[in-house]
């Protein structure tokens, strides 16, 4: 079974920094893209970072310049890491992955959401 295994969130002060890992667990036959989103209580869930299969990123206008993505394939593993972090950053963070199954075979899953905390 495959599945989405997420590490690395907590509660840190404003200006601190985080590490979020996303790996993928279970038997694939490659990768296309992997991502981060955020919820903040109350709001929509939303795209953070998104990195494809040849290492192209991007990131959404609230972040750029404090948050990198970045992917090691032969681990099958995401990362966010969280620079000088902000009180509005705080949510939950969900890892995204399309993931090829078989050839030609693509599925969406999400990992079970790790909580950030940013105090101020």
């Known amino acids: 079974q495959v599945q989405l295994v997420e590490s690395g969130g907590g509660l840190v002060q404003a200006g601190g920094s985080l590490r979020l890992s996303c790996a993928v667990s279970g038997s694939i036959f490659g990768i296309n893209t992997m991502g981060w989103f955020r919820q903040a209580p109350g709001k929509q869930r939303e795209l953070v970072a998104g990195?494809?299969?040849?290492?192209?990123?991007n990131y959404a206008d609230s972040v750029k310049g404090r948050f990198t993505i970045s992917r090691d394939n032969a681990s099958n593993t995401v990362y966010l890491q969280m620079n000088s972090l902000k009180p509005e950053d705080t949510g939950v963070y969900y890892c995204h992955a399309d993931l090829y199954l078989h050839y030609m075979t693509v599925r969406s899953y999400w990992g079970q959401g790790t909580q950030v905390t940013v105090s101020s």
């Open positions: 990195i494809n299969s040849v290492g192209s990123t």
